[in-house]
């Protein structure tokens, strides 16, 4: 066994040795030797201590013995097997069930091979091998003859040949080699390979046609999961609950004709401007390759003990002016007194620049920089007179090409503070700059939500517009408004708009937004989404519900489930448009939305409709997507006792048309049982409502 001995220094003397051994729960054994007098110690008396941590046999020697054995095994074309003629579905728990059935022995190994009609064994010895195969070769299971054959060797170094195969398709240096040769890690050495543009704009290197197609096609499969998900989920409710997933559109018929697809899926939206496009990007500082001051991108990961930056000028997403931005602020931070911020071990001063830009509201563009630092313990007055000599060399020479600047700081006083959060000062300029979309302005202050592409924001609004079915008695409801963007942009054809956004700087800029187009028919909460979007529901009148119309715009990770709820509960919302920039997200949440009602999902379940890709992201392997979902009443409703026969009577009210009578009971009955609200004889149903054209809300299932 392999030991390793420390041995703590004191003054002592050659004395009689007492041996002590502890086992510490099998993990190691400490062989403790104290090397002077049993008394001297008993008495605490100083001496020398020799410390051996002797490994046990269970924690080195037995893993590697078995991992040796278990390669030695997959290379011994005599001691493995493949067994054809399975049904591809059978799983591993199936197979191992039937070797057992069969009594045979000796087994080491077996690897059923996901949807293939084959699986390898490993045995032990050739002799277990040869014995099972006598017993397997011909034999008839669920209906198959099953078939041995010989296996074909696991090639030891397969691993590496695939790596430098893709490495020599990719067409890049390969310095990541010549780096390990010096003693670089294998993920430093990475870092320095790969190119600043290779890690932000990874599908750079293929024309912008190729990258629509390439997008449409990964929509394509991540879309072709939700019939899956909602399979499975089918799967795992009570048996007498299945036959409610029985839902029109994943009918086995269904699925086949739109080659898995839940709906129809449109081509991708092109991005206007293919390259300098974002509006928005974070520069981190560090250093780079070589050692020296770096206001860049992240080729590294700081978990692996990695941080190593790239110059932005060869990225395609950025934009000319952010680029000469980057390089005056990167020359700053090379001369400066304080250092660079490092973040594996937490310690500097300058941290990020965040840059975002306007791109329709004249020339020179406005750009707006925010630097972040970590003060630590430097004094207030050197932190202060840095930030001056910083805006004296931002303003010394305009930028080329130029733009108007203005420059806020975020200080932090430690590591246990991220880059965006602390205090904010406006160093010089304004602490916002203003963009335009759609003839319409919006104010962005530092640390708002805005779509990183202006041109892209703009198709994304006008296709919102187009297939939200608003009249001008519809209640807009936007959850994750952001700054307000996609809901103002249609506030003058709607009735009402109601914004729920958790930053409250966004909720701020959102209202300067209203009063800057002169909308006054807008609301913007400040509140996390799962608490103001069930405020808002159990607030609106029936006629508002009866017109509601959400658009939900959450962050990457989706929509929280008490949202999802909300939504779902609100009976009389029959359109929802999911603007999600992180496909599979949203096929989680429309599982929840499309499932069967029940106690947890109250509600008439929605379907998908038809999806809309939107590239945001040129250059990138990210493309968002605008869903369609949609729901009607088809049976009566057992919150609200309609019928479908009744609901249509009043969806089917022709457009402008006042309802009255049966249709105006019937739709304030629904809308107030919808939550359990008493019948509100007061309340003014004299505002057209419903205004469909061409049937937008008919039932469609």
Same mark, same amino acid.
């Given at each position: 066994?392999?030991?390793?001995?420390?041995?703590?220094?004191?003054?002592?003397a050659?004395a009689?040795?007492?041996?002590?051994?502890?086992?510490?729960?099998t993990?190691?054994?400490?062989?403790?030797?104290?090397?002077?007098?049993?008394?001297?110690?008993?008495?605490?008396?100083?001496? +020398?201590?020799?410390?051996?941590?002797?490994?046990?046999?269970?924690?080195?020697?037995?893993?590697n013995?078995?991992?040796?054995?278990s390669?030695?095994?997959?290379?011994?074309?005599?001691r493995? =097997?493949?067994?054809?003629?399975?049904?591809?579905?059978c799983t591993?728990?199936?197979?191992?069930? $039937?070797?057992?059935?069969?009594?045979?022995?000796?087994?080491?190994?077996?690897?059923?091979?996901?949807?293939?009609?084959?699986?390898?064994?490993?045995?032990?010895?050739?002799?277990?091998?040869?014995?099972?195969?006598?017993?397997?070769?011909?034999?008839?299971?669920?209906?198959?003859?099953l078939?041995?054959?010989?296996?074909?060797?696991?090639?030891?170094d397969?691993?590496?040949?695939?790596?430098?195969e893709?490495?020599?398709?990719?067409?890049l240096?390969?310095?990541?080699?010549?780096?390990?040769?010096?003693? %670089?890690? &294998?993920?430093?050495?990475?870092?320095?390979?790969?190119?600043?543009?290779d890690?932000?704009?990874? $599908?750079?290197?293929?024309?912008?046609?190729?990258? @629509?197609?390439?997008?449409?096609?990964?929509?394509?499969k991540?879309?072709?999961?939700?019939?899956?998900?909602?399979q499975?989920?089918?799967?795992?409710?009570?048996?007498?609950q299945?036959?409610?997933?029985?839902?029109?559109?994943?009918?086995?018929? +269904?699925?086949?004709?739109?080659r898995?697809?839940?709906?129809?899926?449109?081509?991708?939206?092109?991005?206007?401007?293919?390259?300098?496009?974002?509006?928005?990007?974070?520069?981190?500082?560090?250093?780079?390759?070589?050692?020296?001051?770096?206001?860049?991108?992240?080729?590294?990961? /700081?978990?692996?003990?990695?941080?190593? $930056?790239?110059?932005?000028?060869?990225?395609?997403?950025?934009?000319?002016?952010?680029?000469?931005a980057?390089?005056?602020?990167?020359?700053?931070?090379a001369?400066? &007194?304080?250092?660079?911020?490092?973040?594996?071990?937490?310690?500097?001063?300058?941290?990020?620049?965040?840059?975002?830009?306007?791109?329709?509201?004249?020339?020179?563009?406005?750009?707006?920089?925010?630097?972040?630092?970590?003060?630590?313990?430097?004094? /207030?007055?050197?932190v202060?007179?840095?930030?001056?000599?910083?805006?004296?060399?931002l303003?010394?020479?305009?930028?080329?090409?130029?733009?108007?600047?203005?420059l806020?700081?975020?200080?932090?006083?430690?590591?246990?503070?991220?880059?965006?959060?602390?205090?904010?000062?406006?160093?010089?300029?304004?602490?916002y700059?203003q963009?335009?979309?759609?003839?319409?302005?919006?104010?962005?202050?530092?640390?708002?939500?805005?779509?990183?592409?202006s041109?892209?924001?703009? %198709?994304?609004c006008?296709?919102?517009?187009?297939?939200?079915?608003?009249?001008?008695?519809?209640?807009?409801?936007d959850?994750?408004?952001?700054?307000?963007?996609?809901?103002?942009s249609?506030?003058?054809? =709607?009735?009402?708009?109601?914004?729920?956004?958790?930053?409250?700087?966004?909720?701020?800029?959102?209202?300067v937004?209203?009063?800057?187009?002169?909308i006054?028919?807008?609301?913007?909460?400040?509140q996390?989404?799962?608490?103001?979007?069930?405020?808002?529901l159990?607030?609106?009148?029936?006629?508002?519900?009866?017109?509601?119309?959400a658009?939900?715009?959450?962050?990457?990770?989706?929509?929280?489930?008490?949202v999802?709820?909300?939504?779902?509960?609100?009976?009389?919302?029959?359109?929802?448009l999911?603007v999600?920039?992180?496909?599979?997200?949203?096929?989680?949440?429309?599982?929840?939305?499309? &499932?069967?009602?029940?106690?947890?999902?109250?509600?008439?379940?929605?379907?998908?409709?038809?999806?809309?890709?939107?590239?945001?992201?040129?250059?990138?392997?990210?493309?968002?997507v605008?869903?369609?979902?949609?729901?009607?009443?088809?049976?009566?409703? %057992?919150a609200?006792?309609?019928?479908?026969?009744?609901?249509a009577?009043?969806?089917?009210?022709p457009?402008?048309?006042v309802?009255?009578?049966r249709?105006?009971?019937?739709?304030?009955?629904?809308?107030?049982?919808?939550?359990?609200?008493?019948?509100?004889?007061?309340?003014?149903?004299?505002?057209?409502? @419903?205004?469909?054209? /061409?049937?937008?809300?008919?039932?469609?299932?």
């Amino acid at each position: 066994m392999n030991a390793e001995a420390t041995t703590l220094p004191d003054a002592a003397a050659d004395a009689s040795v007492s041996s002590h051994v502890v086992n510490r729960d099998t993990v190691e054994q400490v062989k403790v030797e104290y090397l002077d007098g049993v008394d001297d110690i008993v008495s605490n008396a100083p001496g +020398r201590v020799k410390v051996e941590y002797l490994a046990t046999e269970s924690q080195e020697e037995e893993p590697n013995k078995n991992w040796q054995e278990s390669n030695k095994i997959s290379q011994d074309p005599q001691r493995q =097997v493949r067994l054809d003629g399975l049904n591809k579905f059978c799983t591993q728990k199936d197979l191992k069930a $039937l070797l057992k059935k069969l009594d045979i022995d000796g087994v080491h190994r077996l690897k059923k091979v996901p949807n293939q009609a084959y699986c390898f064994i490993y045995f032990q010895t050739p002799e277990a091998r040869f014995a099972a195969e006598k017993m397997l070769d011909g034999y008839k299971w669920k209906g198959r003859a099953l078939s041995v054959l010989q296996a074909t060797p696991l090639d030891p170094d397969r691993f590496i040949k695939r790596h430098r195969e893709a490495e020599e398709r990719s067409g890049l240096p390969d310095a990541k080699r010549a780096a390990m040769d010096t003693g %670089c890690s &294998r993920e430093h050495a990475a870092a320095i390979e790969r190119t600043v543009a290779d890690v932000v704009a990874p $599908l750079h290197r293929l024309p912008y046609a190729e990258q @629509l197609e390439k997008k449409q096609s990964a929509m394509y499969k991540i879309l072709r999961t939700l019939p899956i998900e909602m399979q499975r989920a089918a799967r795992a409710s009570p048996a007498d609950q299945r036959p409610a997933w029985a839902f029109e559109w994943l009918s086995a018929e +269904r699925l086949r004709e739109a080659r898995g697809l839940p709906c129809p899926v449109e081509p991708v939206v092109p991005s206007p401007l293919e390259r300098g496009y974002r509006n928005k990007c974070e520069f981190h500082c560090g250093l780079d390759a070589a050692g020296n001051a770096c206001v860049g991108f992240t080729l590294g990961q /700081a978990k692996l003990g990695v941080h190593v $930056l790239g110059d932005v000028s060869e990225v395609p997403s950025v934009s000319p002016h952010m680029i000469a931005a980057a390089a005056r602020v990167q020359s700053f931070v090379a001369s400066s &007194r304080f250092p660079v911020f490092d973040k594996v071990s937490n310690v500097g001063f300058w941290r990020l620049l965040t840059a975002r830009q306007a791109f329709h509201c004249g020339e020179p563009p406005q750009m707006l920089l925010m630097v972040s630092v970590q003060v630590g313990e430097a004094e /207030a007055t050197e932190v202060e007179a840095e930030f001056e000599r910083l805006a004296a060399h931002l303003q010394a020479t305009p930028l080329q090409p130029p733009a108007l600047l203005s420059l806020v700081a975020l200080q932090s006083d430690g590591p246990g503070e991220t880059a965006n959060s602390g205090d904010i000062k406006l160093v010089f300029g304004d602490a916002y700059l203003q963009e335009r979309i759609l003839d319409m302005t919006f104010r962005i202050s530092p640390f708002a939500f805005f779509q990183v592409n202006s041109g892209g924001a703009e %198709c994304l609004c006008s296709l919102l517009r187009s297939h939200c079915g608003i009249t001008e008695s519809t209640v807009l409801l936007d959850v994750c408004c952001g700054t307000g963007t996609l809901s103002l942009s249609m506030a003058s054809a =709607v009735r009402r708009v109601i914004g729920v956004e958790l930053n409250e700087a966004a909720v701020q800029d959102a209202k300067v937004n209203a009063e800057l187009n002169g909308i006054t028919n807008a609301t913007f909460i400040a509140q996390k989404a799962e608490t103001a979007t069930r405020n808002v529901l159990d607030g609106l009148s029936p006629l508002e519900k009866a017109n509601l119309v959400a658009i939900v715009d959450p962050p990457r990770a989706g929509l929280h489930p008490d949202v999802l709820k909300a939504l779902r509960a609100c009976s009389p919302l029959r359109r929802i448009l999911y603007v999600s920039c992180h496909a599979p997200s949203f096929v989680q949440n429309a599982v929840a939305l499309c &499932r069967p009602t029940s106690l947890k999902f109250r509600g008439e379940p929605f379907s998908p409709k038809r999806a809309f890709p939107v590239d945001l992201f040129p250059h990138t392997d990210k493309c968002e997507v605008v869903v369609l979902l949609e729901r009607s009443i088809t049976t009566t409703d %057992c919150a609200t006792g309609v019928s479908s026969a009744e609901s249509a009577t009043v969806i089917n009210e022709p457009a402008g048309t006042v309802p009255t009578g049966r249709s105006a009971e019937l739709l304030q009955r629904a809308c107030n049982a919808s939550q359990g609200a008493k019948p509100d004889h007061h309340s003014d149903v004299s505002e057209p409502i @419903l205004k469909t054209e /061409a049937g937008e809300l008919k039932a469609t299932e």
